[in-house]
């Protein structure tokens, strides 16, 4: 293991770190990633109908609208747990973004806020029925 050596560990001790080490496989996590894994296909299935071969071109809008998704176990979205900061769409194309007017960073909005919230409403709506499933 590249991490696990004692020169490695010296290194880290030297700097006030102390090293901790975790399982890999642990069933609850992999529960977690296989359920944001399905709600991500299936918006891909949904956005894609017969054009395969364009996946990656929506997935970016796929990962938007989950990431910008409240969590129920927090009750916060993903983008505010990453950025302390609530993801900001303009209301009307051509509309100026505060956080560009501002110089909070060089985000550009690409989607049109009607498809922006349906999407979302849809992956809520598949992630609540998931773990009802569970």
Do not use: C
């Amino acid at each position: 293991m590249q991490f696990a050596d004692k020169e490695f560990g010296e290194f880290l001790s030297r700097l006030g770190i102390k090293q901790k080490f975790s399982s890999v496989e642990h069933p609850h996590s992999n529960g977690q990633v296989e359920a944001t894994k399905n709600i991500i296909i299936k918006g891909l299935k949904k956005r894609l109908d017969q054009k395969k071969d364009s996946w990656t071109d929506e997935l970016a809008s796929i990962l938007w609208s989950y990431r910008t998704t409240p969590q129920s176990s927090t009750e916060k979205t993903l983008f505010w747990l990453t950025y302390r900061v609530k993801a900001v769409i303009p209301v009307k194309i051509g509309e100026p973004n505060p956080r560009l007017l501002f110089g909070d960073g060089p985000e550009v909005v690409e989607k049109d806020l009607i498809d922006e919230t349906r999407e979302i409403a849809h992956l809520t709506e598949t992630a609540l029925k998931q773990r009802i499933a569970l």
